[in-house]
Every structure is written in structure tokens, then in C-alpha cells.
């Protein structure tokens, strides 16, 4: 499986746009990059995925670079209830099987 | 849609005791899959099932298994409980049409078992 580097922890100031970083320097060509964050106490929550064009949808974009080494989560205007842990997941067609890394825990103050 | 559901949400057992943690995926969802997450070692695969076959295994002991049931509908067991085993069991479910691209899991709030 390839493996994700995230930084630990990130600040955010409400309103501005966070900036998730993640690494993966190992993925292979048919391997999928996918965000799920955890807000406290809840279940993990999907967000967003790609393979190696830009994706955007309501919640966020995922910018992947073009060697597919590194890709960033944007969220354009971070919010209180943006708060939570954000995982970089990256992996090809192994069914219902994710391998979730440490993340990176996002705090969002006003 | 009703998203998915995990019961019982609380569950405190003592050491050598078994349990069995049940999950009911989102209508129409044939895959899911079940997940440890603990302080220390984080969030874990334990196993997955897909139209009543276990399809992907993680790196648990046998003490842990599963099922799945023609309504898709799944459950857990873990026999002879350890303190170690004091953690949040999280289910997901997946529609996973075949295409590989695409998995996004719907996850369940989680049942918070805790071994004395």
C-alpha cells in the first residue's frame, strides 16, 4: 500500500482558505488519492477524490501535482465546523479496504 | 436516505467475554467494511464484506470476525475480550458499483465498546 506523509497539525484563521498538504511519493499510476476528514466523536466523512486532474466539488478542491507525488485540500473559506482531522488516503481497487495514516489535525480559529 | 447505523452505540463488557456489534448499511449499499480506532494505533481495517463474502482481511486475530447478511446488513464479533480491545468500532458502507474508481465509504457514528 502507499503510503501518506501529513504534517500533524495545522492553524487556520476562519473565513480564510486552508491548505492541506500530503505526500505521496510512492503512489503508482492507477492509484487513487482520497480525502475523508473526522470531526470529533463522529464517524469520518468523505470529501473528495482523484486521480490526477484537479477535483472540485461543495466542499472542497484537491489540487494533485503533475508527478502525482503530492497533492493539497483546499477548503476556500474555513469555517469553526471545518475543525477536525484530515486524512490523505491514496489506493487502488482494494474494495472497501481504506489505510487511514495519523492526518492532519486542522484547527480553525476566529 | 437513512444514513448508516451502528448499534449498540455504548457497550461495556469484562475481560474473556465475547460481543457482537451490528451495522445496518445504506439502502442499496452491498459493501461493508469495519474499522478500529484507538487512541494509540489510530484507525484499522479489520475486514470487509461484499454480497455476503469477506473480500479484504486487515491484520487482526482471529478473535475477530464477521458476517454479512443477504440485506446486506452486518455484524461483528469479538470473543474472548481484552482490555486492548477497549475502542470505537466503526462501520462503513459503500455502494461499490464495480467501477474502481469510485469508493467512497459512508461511515456510521460508531459503537464505543469498552472492555473492564
Known amino acids: 500500500d502507499a503510503k501518506t506523509t501529513q504534517p500533524t497539525s495545522m492553524d487556520c484563521a476562519e473565513g480564510r482558505a486552508a491548505n492541506l498538504p500530503c505526500n505521496h511519493s510512492t503512489i503508482s499510476g492507477n492509484e487513487y488519492v482520497y480525502w475523508y476528514r473526522q470531526i470529533h466523536s463522529q464517524g469520518p466523512q468523505y470529501i473528495i477524490h482523484g486521480l490526477k486532474n484537479n477535483e472540485t466539488n461543495e466542499m472542497a478542491s484537491l489540487i494533485i501535482t503533475e508527478d502525482r507525488k503530492s497533492s493539497t485540500l483546499i477548503l476556500p473559506h474555513a469555517t469553526l465546523r471545518d475543525t477536525a482531522v484530515y486524512y490523505c488516503i491514496v489506493f487502488y481497487n482494494q474494495g472497501g479496504k481504506l489505510i487511514f495514516g495519523q492526518g492532519t489535525e486542522l484547527s480553525v480559529k476566529p | 436516505k437513512a444514513g448508516v447505523t451502528q448499534t449498540p452505540r455504548y457497550l461495556i463488557k469484562t475481560r474473556g467475554q465475547q460481543v457482537t456489534l451490528s451495522c445496518s448499511p445504506i439502502s442499496g449499499h452491498r459493501s461493508v467494511s469495519w474499522y478500529q480506532q484507538t487512541p494509540g494505533q489510530g484507525l484499522q481495517f479489520l475486514f470487509e464484506?461484499?454480497?455476503?463474502?469477506?473480500?479484504n482481511k486487515g491484520n487482526f486475530p482471529g478473535r475477530f470476525s464477521g458476517r454479512q447478511f443477504s440485506n446486506s446488513r452486518s455484524e461483528m464479533n469479538v470473543s474472548t475480550l481484552e482490555l486492548g480491545d477497549s475502542a470505537l468500532y466503526l462501520c462503513a458502507s459503500s455502494p461499490n458499483s464495480g467501477s474502481f474508481s469510485y469508493n467512497e465509504q459512508f461511515f456510521g457514528p460508531g459503537t464505543r465498546l469498552t472492555v473492564l
Open positions: 464484506y461484499f454480497s455476503e463474502t469477506q473480500r
